[in-house]
């Protein structure tokens, strides 16, 4: 039986994004439909994980506590339409700093993987970014496109062979649940 595990990006799928970096609780706002989503994927059986890369705070812009503030909000928003939201993972590091779980690279996934004792081969990571695509394409994740966020943007790009495009976070849950 297929895993029903879903990776999502964080900023730009989940919720607005911003050049300026989501600094604050105040900053991180909900795309449209996007809690309903996570909340019906959930109840539909299906865990929903988060890997996202928070560069922001190597960069000073908000501190953990702020980054802990606003995933516990998400948790809040999901709850209260009876869903709940599983592992979210991040990568506080800066791009000079050589981590391993920055996106484009793929430690992220390995570690929430891991974490629900599963392969990754095929799970889908859902990205409006294309180090999102690539990270993962690295490990045989089907890499999702959504259009919100940087999604638009990232459409210009050469995206991995077999990422798969759809409009929003709605769209992804709707084709999940009822096929
Ligand atoms: O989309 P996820 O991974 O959830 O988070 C992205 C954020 O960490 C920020 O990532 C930054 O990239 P740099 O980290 O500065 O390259 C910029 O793209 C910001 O606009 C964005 O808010
Ligand atoms: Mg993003
Ligand atoms: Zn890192």
Not at 104 to 119: D, F, N, S, V, W
Request: glycine share 10%; proline share 4%.
């Amino acid at each position: 039986m297929a895993v029903k595990l879903l990776i999502l990006d964080r900023d730009g799928v989940i919720n607005h994004d911003s050049d300026a970096y989501i600094k604050s609780v105040a900053e991180w706002i909900p795309l449209p439909g996007s809690i309903e989503a996570i909340a019906q994927l959930s109840k539909a059986g299906w865990t929903v994980a988060v890997a996202t890369n928070q560069s922001g705070i190597a960069r000073g812009y908000y501190d953990l506590a702020t980054l802990d503030a606003m995933h516990a909000r998400l948790r809040e928003l999901v709850a209260q339409q009876g869903g709940e939201v599983g592992l979210i993972v991040y990568c506080p590091h800066g791009p000079d700093e050589g981590c391993d779980c920055r996106k484009p690279k793929p430690g992220m996934l390995r570690t929430i993987a891991e974490h629900y004792g599963t392969g990754l081969n095929g799970l889908w990571f859902v990205g409006d970014s294309l180090s999102d695509l690539e990270a993962a394409k690295a490990v045989d994740c089907q890499p999702i496109l959504v259009k919100t966020g940087k999604g638009e943007k990232t459409l210009g790009k050469t995206l991995p062979v077999g990422t798969l495009i759809f409009d929003d976070l709605a769209a992804i849950a709707a084709e999940l649940i009822h096929n």
